[in-house]
């Protein structure tokens, strides 16, 4: 069973413990990260409208990028000996969404959190990137929560009949 | 003649080809419009004159921005941001706002976006926060936030000169605008960032540098502040003040031997300043030739609040077309003769105007897509779609607080 934890700032240690706990023992556990290129992206952008400013080695993209790369290497590291199984670990670069469709293709599970409105049980529980993945995922997808789900009395009054 | 010029200093200053300085063209260009005649010397000596204050005081203040820097001034901004937010991305982005608006407000949008962005990104990054939010806050306020005082922008450094008020005045009228700016950015951040706000900042241990704020490098910031306001009035150039904090930071920086006198030289960008000149010359020859009597009929005129709307929008619509750069440099003249409220409308346009892109302008973007001048781009869609939430609405209310201030201080 080939298992893909997708691993995001703030949200992943949920998914981290429920492949751990939650996943058959001989499952073949990929941890992936997405380094996202738009962020760089945007620091190179804001670099090129300072019309005339040269130097593109003070271009603040270029740091952006390595410390990106540094941040996303600790965090699948960390993640991995959160995990305290035998896994892979693989980080790619695009839009988050995207990589991760193209990531999972094949795969028997993929494990996400929910990251929209956590203060309680409810519509809007999905930021974009994570709806856009749980829309197009070509495999079963286990959507866990960042933390103890709130209890049914969280639930919104449905919306008066009209 | 003088547009294709000009058309062409700016295509290779957003191309630059082979790395060159953007000054490979302009200085060639300025040289053209001299020699045909398109521009009688006369006027080009009164613009160089015009500019060369203006481009020296960018100077002070570029290299007070670098010796900040060396000093640690960001990391312990950095280090600031990581405190105040207690691992919370919400307060993250509150903190983000209030260093990159005060960064951008005293140093110039230069230093946000060189030396700001990578510090937010490494801390946000450390917190364990998603950084999106909080670098985009940064590449956005650099535009916004560079609204409040002459020295913010290099716009506003040609804008204030045409004025012709004090930096106090300057200040007293684009208060409220800065304010309005600022504050509808923290509103459509918290609203379009709201799920990777509230995802948390699970981080694993990754130790947060405790950069101790640099005593001396603040108190030399806030004396070259008060010298900014209290030179005006005594009839000197606020630029002397710029130039004291530097020699202060540079000459101490010297002897400790944390810096060199190449590094200063460099951190002046001499290429930068003389692009700025021959682009004001090349500038001023298309404006002499047709441009000023073509554009002025789309001008609004009149103090009216609608005038000075209209007047943004322009200026907001111009920068895009080009850059914000040479749009303030059309339109300054022919606002000027609508006094310091007009002025000061297209200073609001030009500066917030570029957010609609995440380059700055429509013209950058569209070279950059052909040449493929990067492997990693912003996501265009989505940097538009915040510019829209955003850019309207700021370019409105600080245009609303610029008419207030102008009601109540005068202009």
Excluded at chain 1, 101 to 115: F, M, T
Excluded at chain 2, 203 to 217: E, L
Excluded at chain 2, 361 to 370: E, F, G, H, N
Aim: aromatic residues 6%; charged residues 10%.
């Amino acid at each position: 069973m080939d298992v893909v934890v997708w691993v995001v700032e703030g949200t992943w240690r949920a998914c981290v413990r429920a492949a751990r706990t939650l996943t058959p023992p001989d499952a073949n556990l990929v941890l992936l990260h997405v380094t996202a290129s738009d962020v760089p992206g945007a620091a190179h952008g804001a670099f090129a409208g300072l019309l005339g400013r040269g130097h593109p080695e003070h271009d603040p993209g270029h740091q952006v990028e390595e410390l990106a790369e540094a941040a996303a290497e600790h965090l699948l590291r960390v993640a991995a000996e959160e995990l305290g199984r035998p896994a892979t670990t693989v980080n790619r670069h695009g839009r988050p969404e995207g990589e991760v469709i193209a990531a999972v293709d094949g795969a028997d599970l993929l494990v996400v959190a929910r990251d929209g409105d956590r203060s309680r049980l409810g519509p809007k529980s999905l930021g974009p990137a994570t709806r856009f993945v749980v829309d197009h995922a070509p495999c079963p997808v286990l959507l866990v929560w960042p933390e103890q789900a709130p209890d049914l009395t969280s639930i919104p009054p449905p919306p008066p009949h009209r | 003649m003088s547009v294709v010029l000009l058309v062409a200093v700016l295509a290779f200053a957003v191309i630059r080809p082979r790395g060159l300085p953007e000054a490979v063209a302009a200085v060639p260009a300025a040289a053209v419009v001299l020699a045909t005649g398109a521009i009688p010397w006369s006027h080009a000596v009164a613009e160089v004159e015009r500019l060369a204050p203006v481009v020296a005081f960018l100077a002070a203040v570029l290299v007070l921005a670098r010796l900040c820097a060396d000093e640690g001034l960001f990391e312990a901004a950095g280090s600031l941001m990581a405190r105040l937010c207690s691992g919370s991305p919400k307060r993250l982005l509150g903190a983000v706002f209030g260093v990159a608006a005060a960064i951008t407000a005293v140093l110039s949008l230069d230093a946000t976006v060189v030396l700001l962005t990578p510090v937010v990104f490494a801390t946000a990054s450390r917190l364990g926060a998603r950084p999106k939010p909080h670098v985009y806050a940064c590449t956005h306020l650099a535009n916004s936030a560079s609204l409040l005082l002459p020295v913010s922008n290099l716009t506003n450094l040609l804008a204030f000169t045409a004025a012709g008020i004090s930096f106090t005045a300057f200040a007293g009228l684009m208060a409220l605008p800065w304010l309005a700016a600022v504050a509808v950015e923290y509103v459509v951040f918290r609203f379009f960032f709201a799920s990777d706000l509230a995802a948390g900042a699970d981080g694993p241990p990754m130790p947060v540098p405790d950069r101790k704020a640099p005593t001396f490098v603040l108190v030399v910031l806030g004396l070259t502040l008060v010298g900014f306001a209290v030179t005006s009035p005594l009839g000197i150039d606020p630029a002397w003040a710029a130039f004291g904090g530097a020699l202060v930071l540079g000459v101490r920086a010297l002897v400790r031997r944390t810096t060199t006198p190449t590094a200063l030289v460099g951190a002046t960008s001499v290429p930068f300043l003389v692009f700025v000149l021959a682009l004001g010359i090349v500038v001023r020859a298309v404006v002499d030739n047709g441009l000023s009597s073509a554009v002025s009929h789309l001008i609004p005129t009149g103090g009216t609040l609608l005038a000075l709307l209209g007047l943004a929008a322009v200026a907001a619509v111009l920068a895009n077309l080009i850059n914000n750069l040479p749009a303030v440099l059309v339109l300054l003249p022919l606002a000027a003769s609508g006094g310091t409220g007009a002025v000061l409308a297209v200073l609001i346009g030009v500066n917030i105007g570029p957010n609609l892109t995440y380059v700055g302008s429509l013209a950058t973007l569209l070279w950059r897509r052909i040449l493929h001048q990067h492997d990693t781009t912003a996501d265009l869609a989505e940097f538009t779609k915040l510019g829209l939430l955003t850019v309207p609405v700021s370019l409105v209310l600080s245009v609303l607080g610029l008419w207030a201030g102008l009601t109540v201080i005068g202009g």
